[in-house]
């Protein structure tokens, strides 16, 4: 069984900068995928931004050049950084974690459907 434990969401205004973290503990393996994704109100939850246990990262087109995804040394802690927020990028942020994917993490990002298991979720707010 693996936990995952998010925090770091808040308000900001736009063009701010918020850091989400997300630590993992429990049964993660050696070869596992993290993403983070989001949900506003009424929409679908989509994906944001991925990392491999192999260090590949990717990006939504919507995110990509203003948020970073990155691991600590160990892998057990995931962290978005997101610089130059908008107010539509206000949502619910919830990272997710899958066991030896089999696929790369361009895929991941875009399978939310392929999670199993997620962090609690973080309100991320925009104004």
């Known amino acids: 069984h693996v936990q995952l434990v998010e925090s770091g969401g808040g308000s900001v205004q736009a063009g701010g900068s918020l850091r989400l973290s997300c630590t993992a503990s429990g049964d993660t393996y050696s070869t596992y995928s993290m993403a983070w994704f989001r949900q506003a109100p009424g929409k679908e939850r989509g994906g944001v931004a991925g990392i491999h246990g192999d260090g590949n990262t990717y990006y939504a087109e919507s995110v990509r050049g203003r948020f970073t995804i990155s691991q600590d040394g160990a892998g057990d802690t995931t962290y978005l950084q997101m610089d130059g927020l908008k107010p539509e990028d206000t949502a619910m942020y919830y990272c997710?974690?899958?066991?030896?994917?089999?696929?790369?993490?361009?895929?991941?990002?875009?399978?939310?459907?392929?999670?199993?298991?997620w962090g609690q979720g973080t309100q991320v707010t925009v104004s």
């Open positions: 997710g974690l899958v066991r030896r994917p089999g696929k790369g993490i361009n895929w991941y990002v875009r399978a939310p459907y392929a999670t199993e298991y």
